[in-house]
């Protein structure tokens, strides 16, 4: 029971200690999803991956408005043709669906990496000038919006970093 009590009191007197310890610490917070969305990097980031797939997505979209003729013809002119006709035109519009949804998904997964590509660098980036501006300014600590519940404008150094993306 000594010992209990020991350990309380020598918690008890720390305790002041760790909350002086505690109150020289400077923390600051970054909003990663407002980053993403105020960034030049990000915007550029966006037109670049844009320009790059454009024409692809250009050609899917020809290839859709054809297979969409050729179901039309069908609906319209199906009643009509001989069997053999009909056959091939339905072959047809099979053969060029698949095509279509193998297109589609080769594009959505090119697509998909090169934007991880282009945010992974701008992740870099941004994570660079964080811990610059840590640095400079003597942050102890600096956390995100990814595990924060809370955390006041005086601690909010976002702007900061989104000023320093901006001039580079």
Do not use: C, H, W
Not at 116 to 127: D, I, P, S, T
Request: no cysteine; net charge positive.
């Amino acid at each position: 029971m000594k010992l209990k009590q020991r350990f309380l009191i020598a918690a008890a007197l720390m305790l002041p200690l760790s909350l002086a310890q505690a109150a020289d610490l400077k923390i600051g917070f970054v909003s990663i999803a407002k980053i993403l969305n105020s960034a030049p990097q990000a915007e550029a980031a966006s037109k670049r991956l844009e320009r790059e797939f454009a024409p692809r997505q250009k050609g899917l979209v020809e290839a859709q408005k054809s297979l969409r003729r050729l179901e039309e013809k069908l609906a319209k002119d199906g009643p009509v043709m001989s069997e053999s006709q009909r056959r091939n035109l339905e072959n047809d519009i099979r053969s060029q669906a698949r095509e279509l949804n193998r297109t589609n998904g080769e594009l959505r997964e090119d697509f998909n990496l090169r934007r991880n590509e282009e945010l992974g660098k701008f992740q870099k980036q941004v994570l660079d000038v964080i811990n610059n501006l840590a640095r400079e300014e003597g942050f102890d600590l600096v956390i995100n919006d990814g595990a924060t519940l809370y955390a006041s404008p005086q601690v909010d150094v976002t702007d900061k970093v989104l000023k320093r993306l901006t001039s580079n």
